[in-house]
């Protein structure tokens, strides 16, 4: 199957600063990821679809200028929590799917944990 | 937003016997496809099932979907201890061609050795 590879695993941040998330897909070419943010023994929430060459597309409550996500190529993606809380940290994952078929599996990042202090 | 409840949230099981989690959704589908996750890490596709097919197998799950209920359900069989992990089942609701996968609450999965 197609590998996703999301970087960093962890990180560790100051309240303030803001930390970027790298979502690579390497052996397609991904033209739409998606964003999932997941809590201790939660499900996936999915925060935004992320759309190569043009803006994201953010789920209804979820804070486009905090969550900075940009699609710059075919085969990376990446999320910027910005000014990041405590109440940010949270393991966040990356998808992405061949859309040519709607029926087809999800390909998922290692996901990256984050802890704010 | 989540699609719907699963059930149940936690399931407890001795190595060798089968394991039945229920997924429960509320939109029209194009597919239902299910998902497994070891603590901490990413998913992992396991199994699709489209809208138009009623039973799916593979190796020892089997998929079976209902949509009339609104439901489907994954069935592991023979399970064994390398079977732990979190269980979920996502909905691709597909009106346009978004792509976006829909997931369940997650059953969690401990087969005792």
């Known amino acids: 199957g197609a590998v996703v590879s999301q970087h960093p695993s962890r990180v560790i941040c100051k309240s303030g600063t803001s930390v970027k998330i790298e979502c690579r897909s390497l052996d397609f070419q991904a033209t739409t990821m998606f964003w999932y943010r997941q809590f201790p023994k939660q499900s996936l929430m999915l925060m935004a679809t992320s759309n190569e060459g043009s803006k994201a597309t953010y789920e209804q409550g979820v804070e486009k200028d905090k969550f900075l996500i940009n699609h710059a190529s075919l085969t990376l993606s990446t999320l910027t929590v910005t000014s990041a809380h405590p109440e940010d940290s949270s393991f966040y994952i990356c998808s992405a799917r061949f859309l040519q078929d709607k029926n087809t599996e999800a390909f998922f990042g290692q996901g990256t944990r984050l802890t704010v202090v | ?113």
């Open chain 2, 1 to 113: 937003s989540q699609q719907g409840e699963e059930d149940p949230q936690a399931l407890s099981i001795q190595e060798g016997e089968n394991a039945t989690m229920n997924c429960s959704y509320k939109t029209s589908i194009n597919n239902l496809q299910w998902y497994r996750q070891n603590s901490g890490r990413g998913l992992v596709h396991l199994i699709l099932i489209r809208s138009n097919e009623r039973e799916k197998h593979s190796g020892r799950l089997r998929v079976t979907l209902d949509t009339s209920k609104k439901s489907s359900s994954l069935l592991i069989t023979a399970s064994r201890a390398a079977d732990t992990a979190s269980y979920f089942c996502a909905t691709d609701a597909g009106s346009g061609n978004t792509g976006k996968l829909i997931f369940g609450q997650g059953t969690t999965l401990q087969v005792k050795p």
